[in-house]
């Protein structure tokens, strides 16, 4: 069992930056491709940027292309979604997952979820 736990998010005015963290238990992080997902009110949840467990393959939404990245540190179990330029569009619960087999971009190639982290951007 893997627990996921995120943190970093706020509130933050558009054209700002924020960096979210997750932060992985158990001992084969290391092996798990990772995701960043996020859901606004009234919409299903949609990939955000993903990475595979070596870090040498990466996975962007059209509409983060330019701001965002993900990269991850083995050795500490965590993986950072940084956030550039942030738009009040980007405002969403953002949830960090891990998938045991592989990488995807679709909600059902990952097996494990954090809470969730609320990012606000302000116009």
């Known amino acids: 069992q893997v627990q996921l736990v995120e943190s970093g998010g706020g509130l933050v005015q558009a054209g700002g930056s924020l960096r979210l963290s997750c932060a992985a238990s158990?001992?084969?992080?290391?092996?798990?491709?990772m995701g960043w997902f996020r859901q606004a009110p009234g919409n299903e949840r949609e990939i955000v940027i993903a990475?595979?467990?070596?870090?040498?393959?990466?996975y962007l939404a059209d509409s983060v292309k330019g701001r965002f990245t993900i990269s991850r540190d083995n050795a500490k179990n965590t993986v950072y979604l940084q956030m550039n330029n942030l738009k009040p569009e980007d405002t969403a619960v953002y949830y960090c997952?891990?998938?045991?087999?592989?990488w995807g971009v679709g909600v059902q190639s990952y097996d494990y979820w954090g809470q969730g982290t609320q990012v606000t951007v302000s116009s």
């Open positions: 158990g001992r084969t992080f290391s092996s798990y491709g």
């Open positions: 997952a891990a998938a045991k087999s592989g």
């Open positions: 990475i595979s467990w070596s870090g040498y393959s990466t």
